[in-house]
């Protein structure tokens, strides 16, 4: 059972660049999230997807995109990566609602350290 | 605009004393607040959750939620020095989301 896993943990690249984050789970769980962590400062949600099928925008989601694949994975992509990306990023799942409890826990993947040059 | 607050830090505890860490939010219909635990260059760990007034205890860490002053505050008794770290307190918004304070970085001085 190894959680929520993502790919890779470090990235260089240039401006104008593109690429795409994985994240994967292993815990049948309905929610994920992708969020950025800058230093100093908390988490900001990119997008979420509640549910299989799902997806919606979150805090600061100018420049991303997402794709729920499935229910186990669901991947960030930046079309044209700019410095003000540089980040590091996190991918969360959490149960969400199944047979009618809403579960709204969070569990986190290591990280993307994303640096933009 | 929903919004939780926390005191940044570094909040400075010798070993073996009370750590107290607090959170205040904006959302009076909230009704999930939880605390994580973030070490330097890690991920976001779950420490506890609570979703009543009161207090709950788990271990060395209490949590204590009161919803009519909309604060939520994390007790860890007999700090150590694997306590360093910067905690998150997080709060139940709308759509599955959780808004996230800033964190407070708490350092553990032996």
Known sequence: NAGVTQTPKFQ???????????CAQDMNHNSMYWYRQDPGM?????????????TDKG??????????????EFSLRLESAAPSQTSVY????????????TTDTQYFGPGTRLTVL | QKEVEQNSGPLSVP??????????????????????????????????????????????????????????????????????????????????QLIWGAGTKLIIKP
């Open chain 1, 90 to 101: 996190f991918c969360a799942s959490s149960p969400g609602e199944q047979q009618g409890l």
């Open chain 1, 12 to 22: 260089v690249l240039k401006t104008g660049q593109s690429m795409t984050l994985q």
């Open chain 1, 42 to 54: 908390g988490l900001r949600l990119i997008y979420y997807s509640a549910s299989e099928g799902t």
């Open chain 2, 15 to 96: 070993e073996g004393a009370i750590a107290s860490l607090n959170c205040t939010y904006s959302d009076r219909v909230s009704q999930s607040f939880f605390w994580y635990r973030q070490y330097s260059g890690k991920s976001p760990e779950l420490i506890m959750s609570i979703y009543s007034n009161g207090d709950k205890e788990d271990g060395r860490f209490t949590a204590q939620l009161n919803k009519a002053s909309q604060y939520v505050s994390l007790l860890i008794r007999d700090s150590q020095p694997s306590d360093s770290a910067t905690y998150l307190c997080a709060v139940r918004g709308s759509n599955y």
């Open chain 1, 59 to 72: 805090e600061v989601p100018n420049g991303y995109n997402v794709s729920r694949l499935n229910k186990r």
